[in-house]
């Protein structure tokens, strides 16, 4: 057999992947130095994919860098796709399991190039990040946009948030065979919870389980940040063979094994650099993965179009013969020192690019100042001048901190301790954490008593990082109609002291039943989305005449009517007389009439909950305090000849209206000749009058 018959012989049993995470498409697209560093790489990667014949790009997350990239970030990334994915290379491998059960929640369930209608050359699989995770209404992410188009699979998507199943997608080349895992990002904590609670399941093929190459793609914090704000290897099953760790941007892509486990761990890292950090300092590569059966190896390769970045640290308090805080001049050797720091950073990579054309010009430059001891900074936006034209970040060039002085011990400061803290500190400051921490160092009055800490900083998560505008106002409204329940449930006196202890009481039940509250969270999140689509449709149908007697009803509900019995019919959906218990204003659709029907649009049901309070829940119709306005001084009874009867009272405010009263049944006839005169003369286009009768404008309207 000659050589050339064993490789290919290799090659057709041999897997060829191209190993990439954290892309992150547009990340300061709009700056005029740095806007196209994330295409100009991305460019790269599919060029080295095309290049090496691989049989498909495995992805593991942050594709994109926005949860709603722009459109010239989405315009940008399929043309790349389009350019190096599509031809007419055949793909050498075939797919064994169902994909309707890994692309279910795809419009088109197959992966695509077994699409009739496209053509594709190299795969792209793809699971979602923490930047571009789904989100809105319909749970949909950038990623599913691109794979509606037939660019790219996407899987790892988890349909349910109590239980996991992770069902593998099944490859086959020649005689190897790949299991291949996703799971998408999720919140650290509560996939922490979930793996302690025996939730997360990975599903296994049931023909020949040893015979499968296993690989796990997974995006979240690999390094601890917190008790239970990441995710530790040892959760992890031990049949997996490879794990794909997204997420983490420093690059370790050489794989390591977890003794524990007895699996390998390859940790890419991110192809920009988004953090001025040590971690994003490191040598950016990609990695070229190649199974054959049980045994795998990959490949380094170095990204050619990456900006540098150099970064360099100094402390004062190190060079006592250089600087003295009571020198008058301290100021200047000082600056001159970080020149001659920022300079030596300047040469090394002019003298890095001299090998590789293909790297930008402009390198990134960060130099951190530890000015402890006495020392005063000096002013780094006159520093960052000096070099607008030599660095791709001349307004973070420099970086100044001071560390806390211990005065009990007098060591000398190790640096190396001191970065690593702040950097570890800094990855862990997240919207929850601040909600958090403010409310509980706050004073007693600004304490919540409603809600949780924890469900107001997911909300807030929500409106910071997603834009969902109503996020906040849908959780309050949420809980609020929740608490209201529960109170009415356990028949609470509707006394002020007993209810805040009930609520109390209730709002503890939930803080400790962590699961419950993020299911409540997630229920007004979609509440919230849901009424958001659904206002934007009525309000697509609401005409003008609508808004007109909108605005009508607005105008008469000024006028305070009291409780009598009645009948009446307005022009809108509800139904009821004026002369009933008056509801919150805007109760009925249109009509001049306000009945007791359920209101229908969502702007007003919205401002009827929001006017609600516990204590209202509490109090009957006729218990609720009516508006404060003059009563009228007489009492009027009208009669007609279709035995509908509309009666209008009136307190009395002086003895000769109770005269007038008393009088009223021997001027029946003529109050009945007035209210005949006034239905000949209404029409439509009349102002509403409190004192007429509902069936007399009824008959005018017929």
């Not at 990334?77 to 793909?91: F, S, T």
């Not at 003298?351 to 951190?368: A, F, T, V, W, Y």
């Not at 659904?534 to 007697?549: K, P, R, T």
């Not at 309070?613 to 109090?619: L, Q, T």
């Amino acid at each position: 057999m000659s050589p050339a018959t064993s490789t290919d012989e290799e090659e057709k049993d041999t897997f060829k992947i191209l190993v990439a995470t954290d892309i992150h498409l547009g990340y300061l697209e709009k700056d005029a130095v740095r806007g196209n560093d994330t295409f100009v790489t991305f460019d790269e990667i599919l060029k080295l994919a095309q290049d090496n014949k691989v049989d498909f790009i495995l992805l593991g997350g942050d594709l994109f860098h926005e949860n709603k990239p722009s459109r010239k970030t989405l315009h940008t990334c399929i043309e790349l796709l389009r350019k190096y994915c599509m031809g007419d290379h055949p793909v050498q491998f075939e797919i064994l399991s169902d994909q309707s059960v890994n692309f279910g929640f795809s419009k088109f369930p197959w992966v695509n190039y077994q699409d009739e209608n496209l053509n594709v050359s190299i795969p792209v699989f793809s699971i979602h990040g923490n930047h571009d995770d789904p989100t809105g209404a319909d749970a949909l992410c950038a990623l599913d946009i691109l794979s509606c188009a037939g660019l790219l699979n996407h899987f790892g998507r988890s349909p349910s948030v109590e239980k996991i199943d992770v069902s593998p997608v099944l490859l086959q080349k020649g005689n190897s065979k790949i299991a291949l895992y996703g799971l998408g990002s999720i919140p650290d904590e509560r996939l922490y919870r979930m793996f302690v609670n025996k939730q997360v399941t990975m599903l296994r093929p049931k023909e020949e389980e040893d015979s499968w190459f296993n690989l796990f793609v997974i995006h979240q914090n690999r390094s601890k940040h917190g008790a239970t704000n990441y995710i530790p290897e040892q959760f992890l099953d031990d049949f997996i063979d490879l794990v794909i760790w997204g997420h983490e941007h420093e690059c370790k892509i050489s794989p390591t094994r977890n003794e524990q486990q007895l699996f390998y761990v390859s940790q890419p890292g991110s192809s920009v650099v988004t953090s001025l950090s040590p971690g994003e300092a490191v040598k950016k590569h990609v990695g070229l993965l190649l199974i054959k059966g049980k045994k795998m190896n990959l490949q380094k390769i170095p990204l050619q179009t990456v900006r540098p970045f150099y970064i360099d640290d100094v402390v004062l308090a190190e060079h006592p013969d250089i600087f003295n805080p009571d020198s008058p001049k301290v100021m200047q050797a000082i600056q001159a020192f970080c020149m001659e720091k920022v300079e030596t950073m300047l040469d090394s990579a002019d003298r890095d690019r001299l090998g590789n054309p293909r790297q930008p010009e402009k390198p990134l430059i960060r130099l951190r100042v530890d000015y402890s001891g006495g020392f005063e900074p000096f002013s780094a936006v006159r520093f960052s001048q000096k070099y607008m034209e030599r660095i791709a970040n001349p307004k973070d060039v420099i970086h100044f901190f001071r560390h806390r002085e211990q005065k009990e011990k007098n060591e000398e400061i190790n640096f190396g301790k001191l970065v690593h803290k702040p950097a570890s500190e800094g990855a862990t400051l997240r919207v929850e954490d601040l909600v958090k921490q403010y409310f509980q160092t706050a004073e007693k009055k600004m304490q919540l008593s409603l809600l949780t800490e924890r469900g107001m900083g997911e909300a807030v998560q929500e409106f910071v990082d997603k834009e969902e505008k109503d996020a906040i106002e849908e959780l309050v409204k949420f809980q609020l109609e929740k608490t209201q329940r529960f109170l009415k449930e356990r028949h609470t006196d509707a006394e002020e002291t007993k209810i805040d202890e009930e609520v109390r009481l209730f709002r503890e039940s939930r803080k400790e039943n962590t699961e419950e509250e993020d299911e409540e969270v997630r229920e007004a999140i979609h509440r919230a989305k849901s009424h958001r689509s659904q206002g934007a449709e009525q309000d697509v149908v609401m005409s003008d005449d609508d808004l007109m007697a909108a605005a009508n009803d607005d105008s008469d509900g000024d006028f305070p009517l009291a409780p009598s019995r009645g009948r009446g019919r307005g022009r809108g959906q509800a139904r009821g007389g004026r002369g009933q218990n008056p509801p919150a204003r805007g109760a009925a659709r249109r009509g001049r009439g306000q009945g007791t029907g359920q209101q229908q649009t969502s702007s007003s049901r919205t401002s009827s909950t929001k006017s609600m309070s516990i204590m209202d829940a509490f109090k009957s119709p006729r218990q609720q305090p009516s508006r404060n306005v003059p009563a009228k001084s007489y009492s009027e009874v009208i009669e007609d000849d279709d035995s509908d009867l509309e009666e209008v009272s009136f307190t009395p405010s002086s003895p000769a209206n109770q005269r007038l009263s008393s009088s009223a049944a021997s001027s029946k006839r003529s109050y009945q000749s007035q209210a005949a005169r006034r239905a000949e003369a209404l029409s439509d286009e009349d102002e509403f009058d409190p004192f007429m009768g509902s069936s007399a404008s009824r008959r005018n309207r017929r």
